[in-house]
DNA sequence: CAATCCGTGTAATCGATGCTTACATTCACA
DNA sequence: TGTGAATGTAAGCATCGATTACACGGATTG
């Protein structure tokens, strides 16, 4: 496990240390920001497995027992990455949503589900690390489980003013959301796993298919009669 | 990485050579099959990645670097392990298609799904291997790869079939297909992830969800006049 | 029947990793 | 100004995957 890396003694230095710019400092001055970064950096190049310790500590410029100052453990390094990751994907999500049009709630049900998949497209492998619990435990994370919580709770109020609404053709709220999310969820995967080409979807599709899906749930839980949620 | 085990020098000998069951002979007899076993065994107790050459040669009672003998890496391995899991996981979705009733080709299209959902929630981390490539590449195995076009070729044809059956409620196959993948899969996912119990979904609860969210989903595709799949 | 060949297993080794411990340095506060 | 806590270094342990040289022995031949 672990990969070589290939860049051993590169560019350290990248402008941390407050006083003199001038030889390297004994101390860092701000190691644990930085490996955050340079394991997020990881994680993008590599996916979660990517992590190593001794990478990131090697492209802080640091000896490899330096990390562990800061972090217990790898998986303390990696909820640290995951924790960054789930912030992002929560204001995103919100930003999204404060743009929605503030009157149809399943419209608004459908952008949500358009920004999800927007973001974990773009976003895979910090998709991935915040998604699988593989790589560390999402409720031993205050702070990624709240974010969560956030965005589960978004959801289902959304749900419930689409049902307020009378826009829903049923009634099962919970089935409705388990399965949009377990729809949005899976799709997301399936660009991450890399099973879209066995379905015929190709790299340039793929943003257009996520849409696709999204409008053939909402249209198939909204009251039959009801006009169509806009398609925004 | 790589857990300790725990389990260094105890049952060998399995019954595995043919000549005399007397003292360890100096060829196993069929290592190959007994390492893949283990391997199998290792993926159940802690997923891919708690997959180690090491271990899997400890418990077949072998040295090291035995193991590398038949499998040129641990990635070898582990699609040895793969192929195995996905012939089962094939196996079994066709027995169930097997028993769907011959008409109703949407009430068989539920069937796929809920066989899928099934196999997938009995056997989380093998379900995990065949899917996640991360763990080992679709495409570089033949066996893997052909058991799924299989699937994916079944799914076709039978959707298909329901539309000229007249039993959907919209034209775009293609749409549908992979919305219902995206669907299963993401249930199947969010089980293995541990995000139901997020959901409000109890370990007791989530196979009843499973079978509730593919019919709603198939309600959501069937015509609207037609008379509605059977629930088998 | 015997000699040899080659598939298969062993032993030793390398470099990578996570993690710990003992020591060194420097910052910040009294 | 001094001193303690914070933070980095050096060295070392265990595990792992992988390679190499060697040992065994069943099967094929002459």
Redesign the pocket.
Known sequence: ?????KTPPAGRRSAKPR?APAA?????????RVLIEAAMQLVGEGGPEA????????RA??????P??????????INAVAEEAQRRFRAEIQAALADAPPGDPLGRFRCLGIAYLRWAMKNPTHFEIISSRRFFDHDRSAGVSSDNAELIGLSERTLAEALSAGQLGTRDLKQVQIAGRALVYGFARMHIDGHLPRWGVGEAEAERMAADIVDLFIAGIAKRSAAPAAKV
């Open positions: 496990m672990r990969r070589p890396a006083p390297k400092p004994y101390h860092h001055g701000d190691l644990r992590v190593s310790v001794r990478e990131a500590a090697r410029g640091v000896s490899p027992g330096a562990f100052r800061h972090f217990p453990s790898r998986d303390a390094l």
